[in-house]
């Protein structure tokens, strides 16, 4: 089933012909519970938008309009749109929950002085705001590096850690329960840092640069385990999959590759081919580079967006896409966290939602996902247990 148009978001004031203006779509972002979207929409500003999306902003058919009305009434009473003026041009974008305390009553990040939601960006200058979403009030800027903060990541545990990649080669590790203060600064890198991945379970954190390996860090010692080798050019996109079992790195050689992270080994490549294979001068097929990959919730697709105006979806058991959907322009790719559709940004600064297959796991990757969640590949295959199931559990059988 190809995916199909749900809704395009287009920017709200008019394109202007400086660079300061800036109107790509670097960075999409759900909120950890789907109440919450933010795109970050060029001309320096950030919209925060109540999840489901209101009539509005869907895609101008009766069906989507009648859809739309009811999702309208609902978000606006529970919470309002909001613009965040940055002051700079935004690249990244990352949200992150503090859970509720045991007893229900107090919030630990009210303890900490900070609300239940908040949401970083990455700016053009190097600073990192930090922002309330129910308010839109600014918490925190972080100050530190000397370049454009090209991509956030947050510990997905509800910690309040934050991880920041930048042009100035550099990613450095911010605790918001202290101030913002700078815990660490991560050096390793000869050119720009693209992406920065925390896995879930915290353990483990994967950087892309312009560079032709990705870096694999512990989230514990802030130490470089391991260079990922295997890519022809510029790795820019990295992801985990939901139980940190496997990690996927994108490339502008037009290959996704999946590694086992803990022991750097290679598992599958992806490929993209072109649907419709064009010759160049020389008699060579035309491919071309990659953007962003990212996991479906459940762990059990892939979706990539590359410069041939296509957004694939990969099934994890499969070499070959299992649908395409046109797309111009494409930078970056989010999957919605309850599954069932995949949001794009384009150089346009619009921002797409496209249907996504939707799957009822099977009791078999249930059971591997549960236990790699808190077992390492290593940890695998030291069991008393099968050969073909230490197989299927370490993803060397899909």
């Not at 296509?310 to 099934?315: D, M, Q, S, V």
């Amino acid at each position: 089933e190809e995916p199909v148009l749900l809704a395009e978001l287009k920017p709200g004031r008019p394109q202007r012909y400086d660079w300061k203006s800036s109107c790509e779509t670097w960075s999409v972002a759900f909120s950890p519970d789907g109440a919450w979207f933010a795109w970050s929409q060029g001309h320096c500003v950030v919209k925060l938008i109540p999840w489901p999306l209101g009539e509005a902003e869907l895609c101008k058919t009766s069906e989507r309009k009648s859809r739309g009305g009811k999702a309208e009434s609902r978000s606006r009473g529970a919470a309002k749109e909001k613009t965040l003026e940055c002051g700079q041009i935004v690249w990244g974008l990352a949200f992150s929950a503090w859970p509720a305390a045991e007893d229900g009553d107090t919030d630990p990040a009210c303890a900490l002085g900070l609300p239940c939601l908040v949401l970083a960006t990455g700016l053009n200058d190097g600073q990192i705001k930090v922002w309330e979403v129910q308010t839109g009030h600014l918490l925190f800027s972080l100050l530190g590096h000397q370049d454009v903060v090209r991509d956030l990541s947050f510990a997905p545990n509800g910690s309040p850690i934050l991880v920041s990649a930048s042009r100035d080669k550099t990613l450095r590790v911010w605790d918001l329960s202290r101030d913002g203060r700078q815990v660490q600064v991560l050096s390793g890198h000869v050119q720009w840092v693209y992406c920065c991945s925390i896995s879930p379970d915290c353990s483990m954190l994967c950087s892309a640069a312009g560079e032709k390996s990705a870096l694999l860090w512990s989230m514990r010692s802030y130490t470089l385990i391991r260079r990922l080798e295997g890519h022809q050019s510029s790795v820019v996109s990295c992801d985990f999959s939901p139980d940190s079992a496997l990690l996927v790195t994108a490339s502008y050689d037009a290959c996704v590759i999946m590694w086992d992270p803990y022991t750097g080994e290679q598992l599958r490549t992806l490929r993209h081919v072109p649907l419709h294979s064009t010759l160049d001068s020389s008699g060579e097929i035309h491919t071309s580079s990659l953007r962003s990959v990212c996991f479906s919730p459940e762990g059990l697709y892939l979706a990539t967006v590359a410069d041939d105006r296509l957004l694939r979806i990969w099934a994890l058991e499969l070499r070959s896409p299992v649908a395409f959907a046109p797309m111009t322009n494409g930078l970056c790719c989010m999957y919605f966290p309850h599954g069932g559709f995949i949001a794009t940004g384009t150089r346009d600064g619009h921002v797409q939602f496209w249907t996504a297959p939707r799957v009822l796991s099977s009791l078999k990757h249930l059971c591997r996902k549960a236990l790699r969640t808190f077992l390492t590949t290593y940890q695998v295959l030291a069991l008393p247990i099968p050969r073909k199931l230490k197989e299927f559990l370490t993803y060397r059988t899909f």
